[in-house]
């Protein structure tokens, strides 16, 4: 079945794009743990907070902090649902006053938090 092939080759693609893009931020994240261990803190949470703010709009949105603590728990060996991650990013959100509606953070909200 034709249907059935293009939705497998759109699976192996949607697939291919994750782990493409898991390994790219686990090597900015291995370059802003080494810029913050070299004393550079602010300048590390800057680099942290472009690297997940994907779609560069200068706000992170539940999407993109979502792959901060998936990364977090994973680099922990510790297996967490999806609904707790967001659940996790939406209290971050609104411990920091960030806009619950939109589900977002700004920049100096991230700074905040770390």
């Known amino acids: 079945n034709m249907s059935t092939e293009k939705e497998e080759e759109d699976v192996r693609t949607s697939s291919r794009h994750t782990q493409s ?3 790219n931020v686990l090597t900015q994240l291995s370059i802003t743990k080494s ?3 070299q004393g550079k803190h602010d300048e590390a949470i800057g680099a942290a907070f472009n690297m997940l703010d994907l779609d560069k709009t200068g706000k992170l949105n539940r999407d993109e902090l979502s792959v901060l603590l998936r990364e977090a728990a994973t680099s922990l060996k510790i ?9 996790a990013v939406d209290a971050l959100i609104k411990d920091v006053g960030g806009d619950d509606e939109a589900h977002y953070i700004s920049r100096s909200q991230f700074y905040q938090v770390f």
């Open 21 to 23: 893009v898991r390994e």
């Open 35 to 37: 810029i913050y261990q």
């Open 79 to 87: 297996n967490i649902d999806d609904d707790v991650i967001y659940a």
